[in-house]
């Protein structure tokens, strides 16, 4: 049961506002193949998207089960938000319509949450927030996910959300100059709200962070979204 267990093959997916990725992983999480990505369908709508994964995963060798970071609230493999996607999202079966196209068991978290789970030490309260085309967000207290954490819609500052001041939208309006004056007062912000031990800052723009973090503030890449995908399995 070991060896086969160690056999098995992971397809990680990672569904952004700009961007699907996907990476085929070992049991012990290692990449086995390199990143493919391909642009999210305009209108990003199931079907496309579903279809844009199926692609991507035709080009990663053979896989037994599939992990799916989404955008969006997820519920027992049913995506219930998808605001930087398409209204046709509320309310789907992904797992379901994967699974049933590629053939193989799927698992579907939050993209935040799943980017989390890479990157997380497991100690302590960990948040973790991802800069992309929205604003992601996950919290765990040793180890443990606080499930269905939305903090990128709530209020920040200036009657607007987290994601309103710091979605991609908005770093290409107002420059990265003022863009990093607003991330820092959120993690600011952040840690007043959460007291937590430590905060992750992930997604696409993390790349484009340039201030000065406090000792407890780490960057982490953004392959790290694919690679806590082999965290959906560890029952």
């Known amino acids: 049961m070991v060896e ?14 700009s961007g699907v990725k996907v990476m085929v992983l070992d049991h012990h999480g290692h990449p086995l193949t390199k990143r493919a990505r391909t642009e999210t369908p305009q209108p990003a709508k199931p079907d496309l998207v579903i279809d844009a ?10 896989f037994q089960r ?27 079966d992904l797992a379901t319509a994967l699974s049933k196209l590629l053939k193989v068991s799927v698992r579907v978290i939050n993209d935040a949450d799943m980017q989390g789970l890479g990157a997380i030490s497991g100690k302590g309260v960990e948040l973790v927030i ?28 200036k009657e607007e959300t987290y994601e309103q001041q710091l979605g991609r939208a908005t770093l290409e309006k107002v420059g990265e100059k ?12 952040l840690k007043h709200l959460f007291n937590y031990d430590y905060l992750y800052i992930g997604g696409g723009e993390a790349e484009k962070v340039n201030i000065q973090l406090p000792e407890n503030v780490k960057i982490i890449l953004n392959i790290t979204g694919l690679l806590g995908g082999i965290a959906l399995w560890q029952d």
């Open 4 to 17: 086969e267990n160690q056999a098995i093959r992971t397809l990680s997916v990672d569904i952004g506002g």
């Open 130 to 157: 991802t800069l992309g085309t929205g604003f992601g967000s996950a919290l765990f207290v040793d180890g443990k996910l606080v499930p269905n954490l939305e903090m990128g819609h709530h209020q920040f500052r």
């Open 66 to 92: 599939v992990s799916v970071g989404f955008p969006g609230v997820v519920r027992s493999g049913i995506t219930e938000t998808a605001v930087n996607l398409d209204p046709d999202w509320i309310g789907f």
């Open 178 to 189: 003022k863009w990093n004056r607003r991330l820092e007062k959120a993690i600011a912000s």
């Open 53 to 62: 994964i199926a692609a991507l995963a035709a080009t990663q060798g053979e």
